[in-house]
């Protein structure tokens, strides 16, 4: 008997991942309620913080309490969806202890498994965590500070899929030097201080001499959540389009330097274990 | 047509050795020392297409390394590998198309979701078209009986049924070669036995050609016309099962319980007791004297008795010395 071999249609099979992920985080129904009451609480302590500061003074920073609140829960909003740091400890410890084989099995680009069903995942919290926002919007009825012009709203978005994207393959470039380092506790470990430098977590990033910050934005994690979160509120419009090529650029050498490493490195894998 | 050709075939595992306590894991920071394994060791193998073909050995004998290199896993150290005319660590998407590998516990189901959520990921993932899908899938559950758990969240199903749904999983693309990685591991006698008619049915009716890995002498014996006994990464008998058991298998092993603890029971000369409590009795007899043990022991009206394969480890020891006198 012939095997059957189609011509595939080619996202087919990534959009099926990601729904089934999305299916899996429906499952746990108490998570999704728990997710809900999260976002929910950081709004709400987020308009008591400000309230009392705004209190004093009407801006800071040229910010009113509306476009502070604004910028506060996009941000926080966009975070929250950033979920990409597990795929890297799940890469290592698959390769660590050999059920990576279950993907190397499948007809499917790993890299592209593991985006797909990053983007279930985010689905599902997009979901949740919208809805739980312009609820509390509602609730407090918060002037919403947002960008009227549709073309920044695209690049935007845009931004926002890059900067995801770009989250996903750092992590699993990142778990898939588990083939040459054995150990990632390290790689992590800078990867995450350099995400929090740069997204101002550490220090203000008004800190900073202009030098540093212009070295900072050829860097992608500045255009992950900080400026779509500006672009969406109003601010940094003249930054869009470099924010755009900046990420498609580091998108493209993560995709080259995961293919390359999977090249080099794969032969290590034993697939011990099993 | 051979489906498998491997020529010389070897994969040698290197071994981190860590000197022991405190002060050896300081010094292996800067000093390693590793040893080579081979886990394979120059073996040659052709299987056809359409063949039911068991690999069997003991633990560690190299059997699972064997179809991590014929699936692509891991890739050989040395020698010539083809399947299905592929070097399969190439990993191309067109090769993977082709196969299909069942490990008896590692899992492509999502325990949270029904069985029928993974078979559409899998329609996807494959490609199949919905009448193809369809078609495969109610042959496979009807096979199987399992229609009324496909809407059943996977991780309430038992272990038998677990394993029917990633055989069918597995199957749902008409694989040309299905590895199967000891599939019966953990499966009482009845759902095993289930397996087993399945995977004879699969082979006859669609052609697939299986490998079959087991520790489990039944599962060799049921199956496989052929088999191949591998030991220390080496291919120590490659032919006819029904030779081997003929040749090597000297014993048998029997079961017995009692619902009252037996009286004056003898045992056969050439009887090994292996277990032996009041109420349970557990021996090895020579397989010419297995009748007449029976018959014996049934006076004793007992509640229960099993008869099983020898251990793998004794046939390939047996094997070995022979090749060792040659």
Known sequence: MKPFIPKNPRFRKYREISAIYLKSQLAWRADAVFQMLFTVTKILFAYLLWGM????????????????????????????????????????ERIRNGTFSKYMVLPVNI?????????????????????????????????????????????????????????????????????????????????????????????????????????????????ITYLPSMLLTGRCREEAVTGILILCLWCLALGGLIRITWKKYRVKYDGAGI | MNIIEAKNLTKTYRRFLKPEGLRGSIKSLWRREYIQKDAVSSLNLSVAEGELIGLIGPNGA???????????????????????????????????????????????????????????????????????????????????????????QVRTLSLGERMKMELIVALLHNPRILFLDEPTIGLDAIASRQIRTFLRQVNRERGTTILLTSHYMEDIKALCPRCVVINHGKKIYDGSTETLFENYQQNKRISATFPQPPTDLSLPDGAQIIEQTPYKLVFQTPKESVASVLTDLMQHNPADISVEEEEIGALVERIYEENKTV
Not at chain 1, 58 to 83: A, C, H, K, P, W
Not at chain 1, 137 to 147: A, G, H, L
Not at chain 1, 178 to 184: M, S, V
Request: hydrophobic share 50%; with cysteine.
């Open chain 1, 111 to 223: 890299p592209g498994y593991f985006t797909a069903m990053e983007a279930g995942c985010v689905l599902f919290y997009l979901g949740f965590d919208l809805a739980a926002a312009l609820i509390w919007i509602f609730i407090f009825r918060i002037r919403f500070v947002f960008t009227h012009s549709p073309l920044i709203i695209l690049c935007a978005l845009l931004m926002i899929i890059l900067g995801l994207l770009f989250m996903v393959q750092l992590n699993y470039y990142l778990g898939l030097l588990t083939l040459k380092y054995e150990e990632i506790g390290t790689f992590l470990m800078i990867k995450s201080n350099l995400v929090a430098l740069i997204t101002g977590s550490i220090v203000p990033l008004a800190l900073f001499p202009e030098a540093v910050l212009r070295g900072m934005k050829l860097l992608p994690f500045y255009y």
């Open chain 2, 62 to 152: 190299g059997k699972t390394t064997l179809t991590k290199m014929f699936t692509g896993i891991i890739a050989p150290t040395s020698g010539e590998l083809s399947v299905l005319g592929y070097y399969p660590n190439d990993l191309k998407n067109e090769f993977k198309q082709q196969y299909a590998v069942v490990m008896g516990q590692k899992s492509q189901l999502f325990f949270e979701l029904t069985a029928n959520d993974t078979l559409h990921l899998f329609k996807e993932i494959y490609g199949l078209s919905e009448s193809t899908f369809r078609e495969t899938k109610d042959y496979f559950t009807n096979l199987f009986q399992v229609r009324h758990l496909m809407d059943v």
């Open chain 1, 53 to 92: 500061v705004f209190s004093q003074r009407d801006t800071v920073s040229g910010f009113t309490l509306d476009g502070m609140l604004s910028y506060y829960i996009i941000s926080s909003f966009l975070s929250q969806l950033e979920l990409s740091d597990g795929v890297s400890g799940e890469v290592s």
